[in-house]
């Protein structure tokens, strides 16, 4: 189907400095990954998010994969999900070992939350996955107090939610661990593919560096001839008699030195998308067909605007949309457990209702940030025509 406004993939256009940043790496970064730029970037970070170890990897699903691994799970452990996320939000889990109990999520809200993870939490619950959907920040307080009571580890993923505070701290602060994503999709890209991960304990930040890189690791011994037994050692991170598989999670400097321009205009990439939906939701109060998440803060940094149809007329709508008026809204966030994939691995029971409704009848509208106001202001009207014939 040709469209007039496409649901991009592509969130953002670049600045003249940005563009010069990256021109200026491709240039004299020496070496060419895991040098100054990334340091700086790691640093930037942990400014920014506050006071933790910042990892830079090559996407937030890969830094998923690093915290699934220093969960440390053991035969019979439990992780609770919520089922209404991306699929890297779980699966890395299952790899590490941990049988996944799908939460459910508040139905305003649209994330997991205290009470909607209470009855999933039992003493084989050794983690729990907040995600940050939509560019919502779930109520980590109250989260990460149960998480004391219960003893059980927290993973924000927070890769939809860059610069979003609750409660006088950002989104990826509360956890054990903090994810976030810079893709090709977010509010802000490091070229496509980036991320980072956030730790709390310094013991298990520790291990990061071999785990993101192959194992790699000093020879011990100081060394006559610095070039025997060879160039460097490959050996297991390890902690408390544990041993972990490396990997090569890598992120590569031109993006890193992307991403340190990028932290500078993230503040205003969200403030502009949070009036721009607010103004959107606004303008439709007149159609109680369309439920928003409305929040006028930067708890929210709507990367994504999204709705629930209450007329029980979704399809007709998004095809209305598409058809006539050639713009591709689309449904997001399948529930997990209906994947073969999660049936397949013996995860696909879930008791979900307000997941599963809201699913069912949500709508994600094209919101990219550089989508025209002329193209916004499209979107709105016909959104507004689509509604009233839906209304006959
Ligand atoms: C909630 C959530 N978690 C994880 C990811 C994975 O991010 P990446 O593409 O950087 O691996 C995404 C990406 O869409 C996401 O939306």
Same mark, same amino acid.
């Given at each position: 189907?040709? +469209? ?27 070496? @060419? ?12 970070? %942990? ?23 220093? %969960? ?12 209404? *996320?991306? *699929?890297?939000?779980?699966?890395? +889990? ?9 939460a459910d999520i508040d139905p305003h809200k649209r994330v997991v939350t205290a009470q909607t993870i209470a009855d999933k939490v039992t003493s084989k619950t ?55 994503? +810079?893709?090709?999709?977010?509010n802000i890209s490091t070229l496509g593919e980036g991320g980072a991960l956030m730790v709390r304990d310094k013991e298990l930040a520790a291990l990061v560096p ?39 999670? %890598? ?92 049936? *397949? ?6 008791? %979900? ?36 014939? @839906?209304?006959?």
């Amino acid at each position: 189907m040709e +469209f007039k406004i496409h649901f991009s993939a592509r969130a953002h256009t670049y600045t003249k400095e940005e563009e010069d940043a990256v021109l200026e790496a491709m240039r004299n970064a020496n070496p @060419l990954t895991q040098g100054q730029n990334l340091h700086e970037f790691e640093a930037k970070l %942990c400014r920014y998010i506050g006071g933790r170890h910042a990892f830079g990897v090559c996407n937030a699903t890969a830094a998923l994969e690093l915290a699934a691994q220093l %969960c440390c799970f053991d035969k019979g452990d439990e992780v609770v999900i919520p089922s209404h *996320t991306f *699929t890297s939000s779980a699966y890395p +889990f299952a790899k590490s070992g941990a049988r996944i109990v799908w939460a459910d999520i508040d139905p305003h809200k649209r994330v997991v939350t205290a009470q909607t993870i209470a009855d999933k939490v039992t003493s084989k619950t050794k983690a729990v996955v907040v995600a940050h959907l939509y560019g919502y920040g779930a109520d980590m307080a109250e989260i990460m107090e149960m998480a004391k009571r219960h003893n059980f580890l927290v993973i924000e993923d927070a890769a939809q939610a860059l610069g979003v505070e609750v409660e006088g701290k950002m989104a990826g602060a509360y956890g054990d661990f903090g994810v976030l994503s +810079f893709h090709s999709h977010k509010n802000i890209s490091t070229l496509g593919e980036g991320g980072a991960l956030m730790v709390r304990d310094k013991e298990l930040a520790a291990l990061v560096p071999g785990l993101r890189h192959n194992g790699h690791c000093s020879f011990l011994a100081k060394r006559n001839d610095y070039w025997i037994p060879a160039m460097g050692n490959v050996d297991f991170p390890q902690i408390n008699g544990r041993v972990f598989w490396p990997n090569n999670y %890598c992120i590569g400097e031109v993006e890193c030195a992307l991403g340190l321009k990028l932290l500078d205009r993230i503040n205003v990439i969200n403030q502009k998308k949070r009036e721009r939906a607010i103004r959107f939701i606004d303008a439709l109060a007149d159609f109680p067909e369309l439920e928003f998440h409305r929040v006028p803060s930067s708890r929210h940094n709507y990367h994504l605007l999204a709705a629930k149809l209450t007329n029980g007329k979704r399809d007709e709508f998004i095809r209305r949309m598409a058809g006539d008026k050639k713009i591709q809204c689309v449904v997001q966030y399948y529930p997990l457990n209906r994947y073969p994939l999660y049936q *397949t691995a013996g995860f696909g029971d879930a008791d %979900c209702p307000n997941a599963d409704n809201f699913f069912d009848n949500m709508v994600s509208f094209p919101f990219h940030h550089s989508l025209l106001d002329s193209d916004l202001d499209y979107i709105l009207q016909s959104t507004q025509d689509v509604l009233k014939e @839906l209304r006959a």
